[in-house]
């Protein structure tokens, strides 16, 4: 039972348009929402974080958005780069119980910006 | 100056052998984890290491033990290897606490069990 989705395997995006990438989740008791980014023969590398007591975070062109009724979050890029081309993986996380950073994780979505 | 390591970057092996994965990071972290990514593309936790204690340890075969030497190393023994096994493996640290605090991970070893 997987817990946290990405329901599309993959998005293309015009050089300098917005790109959105979904993520859903079931488990109620996720706080902490995680963005990674992974390009080829690389680990994923930590994009951008947000809390559930918030429901929007922004850093430079990355903004995460979190709807905790509707158990959804979004990554906005606004502009999006060709360097921005990777995988994006969606990852949550529950503070609550003895979970030392025990994250869950997407499929991934594969984000392909077109210059 | 590679935040962290992991050795080897490939392996490839026959059914039924034993091997070990290595990982080192240099970030002072105090807390590591070992993740498969299968075919299907989920990253899925399968040990974690805080001060050389095993915190996490998910449903995973016995097959595959974790070894920490020290805070700086976590390495991955994996016993009788079978053709499920193949996957990219990654490690990754992280100063560890009850908050989640980002986790860096290592470039990852592909392993392709024949």
């Known amino acids: 039972d997987q817990q946290v989705k990405q329901n599309s395997p993959s998005l293309s995006v015009q050089e300098g348009r917005i790109s959105i990438l979904n993520c859903d989740y079931t488990?109620?008791?996720?706080?902490?929402f995680l963005w990674y980014k992974k390009y080829p023969a690389e680990g994923p590398t930590f994009l951008i974080s947000?809390?559930?007591?918030?429901d929007k975070n922004e850093d430079g062109r990355f903004t995460v958005f979190l709807n905790k009724s509707a158990k959804h979050l979004s990554l906005h890029i606004v502009p999006s780069q060709p360097g921005d081309s990777a995988v994006y993986f969606c990852?949550?996380?529950?503070?609550?119980?003895?979970?030392?950073?025990?994250?869950?994780f997407g499929q991934g979505t594969i984000l392909t910006v077109h210059p | 100056d590679t935040a962290v390591s992991q050795t080897p970057k490939y392996l490839v092996t026959q059914m039924g052998n034993d091997k070990s994965i290595k990982c080192e990071q240099n970030?002072?972290?105090?807390?590591m984890y070992w993740y498969k990514q299968d075919s299907k593309k989920f990253l899925k936790i399968m040990f974690s290491?805080?001060?050389?204690?095993?915190?996490i340890n998910e449903t995973v075969p016995n097959r595959f033990s974790p070894k920490s030497p020290d805070k700086a190393h976590l390495n991955l023994h994996i016993n009788s290897l079978e053709l499920g096994d193949s996957a990219v493996y990654f490690c990754?640290?992280?100063?560890?606490?009850?908050?989640?605090?980002?986790?860096?991970f290592g470039p990852g070893t592909r392993l392709t069990v024949l």
């Open positions: 290491y805080n001060n050389k204690e095993l915190i």
């Open positions: 990754a640290s992280s100063q560890g606490g009850v908050l989640i605090n980002e986790q860096f």
């Open positions: 990852a949550a996380y529950s503070a609550g119980g003895t979970s030392y950073g025990k994250l869950t």
């Open positions: 970030l002072g972290h105090d807390t």
């Open positions: 488990n109620s008791m996720f706080d902490y």
């Open positions: 947000i809390s559930s007591i918030k």
